[in-house]
């Protein structure tokens, strides 16, 4: 194909023009694309789009440093001892009753049942015609970062914001967006990586000429604002996010500052951005009511991300001993006393403050193959968004288009035709710090079979990621990016703090190398799988000394 206008010749030589400045000279800051470039990836890198994402990054890419830094910092103290808690220097924010969000944006109105997937054309397409109120457009944990599923995915949003989104499968299918049976389509909210993950297809070089990775958040963010916001106001909704990962307000107050930044860069009414904050992080789960405030202007609400909230806890409270060790994961339910407390805290959190409160994902999915399975899943789920809609959630999330109107059946029960549960505050509610960290209160029990299914779904799993494909059906349950980080932060905490199964075996790290190569040879390989690579990402994340911090984070760097 012809080199595409991007930021190259003339750019690079733009840009590396040098300014002194009396002590030293400087560059222009600049990004440049190191990845290979496929059908249209012009039209998404074009020079304009990644001069505003180089200005993102000269203006926030420090701020996002340290923060990272921070966490780090926080997470030694965690493990030396020091349990989080309500921040003190930000009690008058929690007393003062008179700030409330921003809450809906246009579109955003209703939001009883959203879809979560990825953004392949195909996925995005079932997603748009699934009758579903809101589409969690996902780059992240849903999504295996490779360069084309991160270029790509912003190719799809860009066509189905024109009206322009088709796909031909390699039978010769065709996939066309039709809508729900009024031809409505659910409204976009598109999810960027978290702050910790890199772009490593794009380097930003800064002033100094010091050159990093970019950052994952800011490519993710900036592309699809940058194209899509004015197209986005003009079809009568909006640029609406879904941040993940956050563990403090310091660290919503950094999108709250991009958020404002790109508004005015662009000439977009300030307030237009709307967000919405997953809570699923232990760490942010103390500091609901800040983030909400930190983005009072830009929130729409906050959403209970329950898996990667497990993972948070594991993590953070690994090495603490059998306070914090949880049993097999199919007994960590959302029933759970930790579990009811943080739900009820964020419901009445939001509640309080006008912001919309929406719940988590069941992991249980149809199997149109198998009704007995099929009629499990929907009895799951019915119970899981009964319970949501019945403790004052807004909405809730599915993550398979058979599952909407199970969902929805539940919510419509409880909202008629009102759009929210915005006047139960639930004053009633009141969480201490110890309901949130009783993690001992789950009980059960850790088994040889809770061992094996961490095994084969972390090893699953990841052959998956690396293969490109971020949200696999493992067993009939949906897995991702999360639920694969319990599978492997449970083995490895099982191993360091030497724990028992039910059936008395002591869990260490010659035992479960054991289970884990008889997993990796029952497994039923096909050419070109990744098993072998995904082995070597187990172990290193589950096996070793070391905790990585996030299992993505290596095998990006290494695999993709």
């Known amino acids: 194909m012809n080199t595409p206008p991007l930021a190259t010749s003339d750019q690079v030589q733009a840009a590396s023009l040098t300014t002194n400045t009396g002590s030293f000279a400087t560059i222009e800051p600049h ?3 190191t990845g290979d470039l496929g059908p249209r990836y012009e039209e998404i890198l074009t020079p304009e789009a990644l001069v505003f994402l180089a200005e993102l990054h000269d203006r926030f890419a420090g701020t996002r440093q340290d923060l990272l830094a921070t966490r780090l910092r926080k ?11 309500f921040l003190t220097e930000t009690a008058h924010i929690r007393r003062d ?11 955003l109105v209703d939001r009883r049942v959203e879809i979560t997937g990825p953004t392949d054309r195909k996925m995005a397409i079932n997603a748009l015609n699934s009758g579903a109120k809101v589409w969690l457009a996902d780059q992240e944990d849903a999504t295996s970062p490779t360069w084309a599923n991160v270029v790509e995915g912003q190719l799809t949003l860009f066509d189905q914001v024109r009206g322009q989104l088709s796909f031909t499968s390699p039978e010769g299918k065709q996939y066309a967006v039709t809508g729900d049976a009024t031809g409505a389509t659910p409204t976009i909210v598109m999810r960027p990586r978290g702050w910790q993950l890199v772009e490593k297809n794009l380097t930003f070089v800064d002033r100094a000429n010091r050159r990093t990775n970019a950052s994952g958040s800011l490519v993710d963010f900036g592309l699809y604002f940058f194209h899509n916001a004015q197209h986005l106001i003009e079809g009568g909704s909006g640029p609406y996010f879904y941040l993940p990962k956050l563990e403090s307000h310091v660290e919503a107050r950094l999108w709250d500052d991009i958020f404002s930044h790109s508004e005015d860069r662009l000439g977009i009414e300030y307030g237009t951005i709307r967000a919405t904050v997953l809570i699923e992080t232990i760490q942010a789960a103390f500091e609901m009511e800040e983030i909400l405030y930190e983005l009072r202007d830009h929130c729409a609400g906050l959403n209970a991300g329950r898996w990667d909230y497990i993972f948070s806890i594991i993590k953070t409270f690994r090495t ?38 929406v719940g988590g994902m069941s992991a249980f999915i149809p199997n149109r193959r198998d009704p007995e399975v099929t009629r499990r899943a929907l009895e799951a789920v019915a119970a899981d968004k009964k319970r949501e809609a019945t403790d004052g959630f807004d909405g809730t999330w599915v993550a398979h288009p058979d599952l909407i109107p199970t969902a929805q059946a539940e919510f419509d029960r409880v909202l008629g035709d009102q759009p929210n549960q915005l006047h139960r505050t639930r004053a ?15 009980g059960g029990q850790i088994t040889e079979a809770g061992v094996h299914d961490n095994l084969t779904i972390g090893l699953r799993y990841i052959e998956s990621w690396l293969r490109g494909v971020g949200a696999a059906a493992i067993d009939n349950l949906m897995e991702d990016a999360a639920t694969a980080e319990i599978s492997r932060s449970q083995i490895w905490q099982w191993i360091h703090l030497g ?62």
């Open 97 to 107: 009753l008179t700030w409330t969000a921003a809450g809906a944006g246009p579109g």
């Open 31 to 33: 990004l440049e694309i």
């Open 428 to 442: 009633e509610v009141s969480v201490t710090a110890a309901q949130l960290l009783d993690v001992e209160s789950v």
């Open 499 to 560: 724990s028992i199964t039910a059936e008395g075996i002591r869990i260490d790290g010659t035992w479960v190398e054991e289970q884990l190569v008889d997993v990796y040879e029952a497994l039923e390989r096909t050419p070109g799988d990744r098993f072998d690579d995904a082995l070597e990402v187990f172990r290193a994340c589950a096996l070793e000394p070391e905790f990585p911090t996030f299992l993505t984070v290596g095998a990006y760097a290494r695999y993709l």
């Open 320 to 357: 603490r001993g059998s306070r914090f060790v949880f049993p097999d994961r199919k007994q960590i339910t959302m029933t759970v006393p930790f579990m009811r407390a943080y739900t009820e805290l964020l419901v009445s959190t939001c509640h309080r403050r006008g912001a919309y409160a």
């Open 75 to 85: 997470r030694v103290d965690a493990s030396n001892g020091r349990d989080p808690g």
